[in-house]
């Protein structure tokens, strides 16, 4: 399973980067608000500092809700390096962005997907992957993993090449039950990363390593 961080923060981005387990990163208008980055030449020169922390796909997303506005959008978003991956929303003018894009070989990231037929038409479109939105769905009192596992299931069963990002990841469990039922990747804040990590008999029995250590020298 391929882990990317959820953030524009580039601190974070950094300390995820450090761990050596960091495969990519997304960001949204939400998160790059969240870094005070809106004016429009300062967001391209935000995408490119996190393309230099990571080697690894870099969602960045359009503003645009018009076709020909999302082309342009794409297109510059595409040049400014190698890893960028263009994140398109769930809207029928973006499931025909992503269809130029694909054909014209620019990666593409189709978001706020909340049904599994939403996801179809990302696939038949050709995004490279769709994003998603577990934690929003699961605050509405419905089942976001649930959907996560249709989605791989009914990508199998046609063999699309579109990968499913599970996104709006908000614990540690929710990153292991998409890994048990085979996303292919989860985007996750910092805090669920890093959580992964915790477990107190870890903890206990390192403590318990380190004093046995040190009465053994007498
Ligand atoms: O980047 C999209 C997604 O991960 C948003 O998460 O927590 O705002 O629902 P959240």
Known sequence: MNFFIDTAN?????????????????????LMAKEGISEPKAVLQHYVDICNLVDGPVSAEVISTNFEGMIKEGEELAALHKNIVVKVPMIAEG????????DK??????TLIFSAGQALLAAKAGATMVSPFIGRIDDINWDGVQLIEQIVHIYQNYGYATEVLAASIRNPLHILKCAEIGADIATCPLSSIMGLFNHPLTDIGLAKFLADHKNSKG
């Open 105 to 110: 070989g620019i990666k593409t990231n189709c």
């Open 10 to 30: 580039l601190e974070q981005i950094k300390e995820a980067a450090q761990l050596g387990v960091l495969d990519g990163v997304t960001t949204n208008p939400s």
């Open 95 to 102: 499931i025909k962005a992503i269809k130029y894009f694909s």
